[in-house]
């Protein structure tokens, strides 16, 4: 993990049972250019929240578990998102 890393205000709204759709979150960040892109890229392992990859089909995470974390997806993009 890099010593810096940008934060990014993201201005996501939780659903009403508090998750938040990742896969928007991450082209909203520039980290995939789609939807769909961006549960592949979910589903093989190559999205990360503060170090722990998510499942396969884990497109919802509680929306506590994004703020104050990184986001990496691959090698090379990292993103800690603001509260």
Same mark, same amino acid.
């Given at each position: 993990m890099p010593e810096h890393i940008e934060e990014i205000a993201l201005s996501?709204?939780?659903?009403?049972?508090?998750?938040?759709?990742?896969? +928007? $979150?991450?082209? @909203?960040? #520039?980290?995939?250019?789609?939807?769909?892109?961006?549960?592949?890229l979910i589903d093989g392992g190559g999205v990360k929240i503060? +170090? $722990?990859?998510? @499942?396969? #089909?884990?497109?919802?995470?509680?929306?506590?578990?994004l703020v104050g974390q990184v986001i990496q997806v691959g090698k090379r993009k990292f993103a800690r998102i603001k509260g």
């Open positions: 996501f709204t939780p659903s009403e049972d508090g998750l938040v759709y990742v896969p +928007g $979150v991450l082209t @909203e960040l #520039g980290f995939a250019p789609s939807g769909g892109e961006a549960r592949r503060s +170090g $722990v990859a998510l @499942e396969s #089909g884990e497109y919802h995470v509680d929306a506590t578990r």
